[in-house]
């Protein structure tokens, strides 16, 4: 269920009375968490957890579905009618820095989480993306990487190695290419955030960064120019005809019409057929609707010519606890990221890579725990009982590798605007659809970005 802004807010007001009519109990304490996992399932699976905090602890609890893309404009309206939440949840990155930069957030609360689980038990990449110099502002929950997904089977007729350099992409690309069957799948529509990260991804890959060490624009960097010459190469040269979406390079690879495609490790339960609204649809699928999963190799990062390792674009979602919460939020986070830390990952274990590794530190429970957890929406399986341990700690590993444009570099913000804004994908569309010069576009590109970041301040 979505809300907009001004729902939210009748919605909260509304929470107040909710113990008067007998639904639940009233407790000393109330607490309001808005969560952008909003679909039903998950809500009912958040609803059973705060239940069960509920009833250890002497409070209450509203949960707020939200829809992501309006979450910024409806904390916006909470905040002017003092109606903040006490703690968001599934917070993505971009946002963690926008609310730290207007001073919704209570990063002391967040910090004292942090010490009191022990950073030492966290995913090093988690915590550096979700700080701001030495301030931790919220408590990284989960992560999900972006990555490479191949056709083993075609690969290895090929006598091609695993595409994990761009040597090797370009090289299966071309020689892939043809017979009803696309190169590559990846995003090229101008209307989709996917697009965004996809170009990203190419770009971290051979180290482009969005500011240097300087916090200067580097879009025009030699590094840039390499990486983003791939991938507009590879999109219009050997990819799928048409600006292409999160859905349809998930459809073209699923048809066995493409030997790769860029997606993230969300893919992993509807590439073994488990949701019955995106199945794959290969011609060996319809006899074994787990054929391509088994045919299905995943590179977690690609490494370019310039870059010293290879690099993942990847989400990093939080809990935020948001100013003037109240106190007993603290507990709840820390309860959820330790007593019930399976229970959240269990939500969508497929998108939700714990990056919290295990209750003390050298311990790697929680990780392994996560290959054993049911994934799927209309079949249910375990993660390893579907993919080999290696695809999994491929999986498991690119989160250990995750960077962002500007995030460590104190231009979340301007990073998050660019994404917001579709800067890079209109540009790439137009010059994959129409050809032109990529020197061009990235000096459009930085002057746009100079504007975004003049904006903010920066």
Same mark, same amino acid.
């Given at each position: ?7 939210v ?12 009519? %007998? ?10 968490? @808005? ?18 905090f ?6 209450? &609890? ?62 090093k ?11 931790q ?12 997904? &191949? =056709? ?6 090929a ?20 017979? %009803?069957?696309?190169?590559?799948s990846a ?17 971290l890959?051979n ?9 200067d ?13 791939? &991938? ?20 073209? &690879? ?17 590439l ?17 609707? =787990? ?19 290879p ?23 820390s @309860?959820l ?32 725990? @996560?290959?054993?957890?049911?994934? %799927? ?27 962002? @444009? ?25 010059l ?25 301040? %920066?």
């Amino acid at each position: 269920m979505a809300l907009t802004a001004s729902a939210v807010v009748v919605a909260l007001s509304l929470a107040g009375c909710a113990s008067d009519t %007998g639904a639940k109990p009233q407790k000393d304490s109330k607490l309001t968490i @808005w969560t952008i996992e909003d679909k039903p399932d998950r809500l009912q699976a958040q609803e059973k957890m705060l239940d069960a905090f509920s009833a250890s602890d002497d409070v209450d &609890y509203e949960l707020v579905p939200i829809a992501e893309d309006q979450l910024s404009s409806a904390l916006t309206a909470a905040a002017a009618a003092n109606e903040l939440p006490d703690l968001v949840s599934a917070l993505p990155l971009s946002n963690v820095h926008q609310f730290a930069n207007d001073d919704l957030l209570d990063t002391e609360a967040a910090a004292e989480v942090v010490k009191k689980l022990d950073a030492g038990t966290f995913n090093k990449a988690a915590l550096d993306l979700t700080r701001s110099g030495d301030t931790q502002l919220a408590v990284p929950s989960d992560a999900f990487p972006l990555m490479l997904f &191949y =056709r083993t089977d075609l690969f290895k007729a090929a006598g091609l190695d695993a595409p994990t350099d761009y040597p090797s992409v370009l090289e299966a690309a071309k020689k892939l290419n043809g017979n %009803g069957v696309a190169g590559i799948s990846a995003a090229t529509s101008a209307a989709e955030q996917f697009t965004s990260q996809t170009i990203e991804s190419f770009g971290l890959s051979n180290d482009c960064q969005l500011v240097n060490g300087k916090g200067d624009l580097a879009l025009d960097s030699d590094n840039c120019k390499t990486a983003f010459g791939l &991938y507009t190469d590879l999109m219009s040269k050997y990819s799928v005809a048409g600006e292409q979406d999160t859905a349809t390079t998930r459809a073209s &690879y699923f048809a066995g019409q493409a030997a790769m495609v860029v997606w993230s490790s969300f893919l992993l339960d509807e590439l073994a057929g488990l949701r019955n609204d995106a199945l794959p649809t290969c011609d060996q699928c319809a006899a074994d609707p =787990r054929w391509l999963a088994n045919n299905t190799g995943v590179v977690g990062g690609l490494q370019g010519p310039d870059a010293s390792s290879p690099a993942t674009y990847g989400e990093v979602v939080s809990f935020a606890i948001m100013r003037d919460a109240a106190p007993i939020t603290k507990d709840l986070v820390s @309860w959820l990221m330790s007593d019930s830390y399976t229970d959240w990952i269990s939500v969508a274990p497929e998108g939700k890579i714990p990056v919290r590794t295990g209750a003390e530190p050298g311990s790697t429970e929680y990780v392994d725990g @996560w290959a054993d957890l049911e994934t %799927g929406v209309d079949t249910r399986e375990k993660l390893s009982a579907l993919y080999s341990p290696e695809v999994l700690d491929t999986v498991v590993g690119a989160t250990k590798d995750i960077v962002r @444009w500007g995030m460590t570099e104190g231009q979340g913000g301007l990073a998050g605007a660019m994404t917001t804004q579709r800067v890079l994908p209109t540009l790439f569309s137009d010059l994959i659809a129409s050809g032109g010069s990529l020197d061009d576009a990235l000096v459009s590109a930085t002057d746009k970005a100079e504007q975004i970041k003049s904006g903010l301040g %920066g």
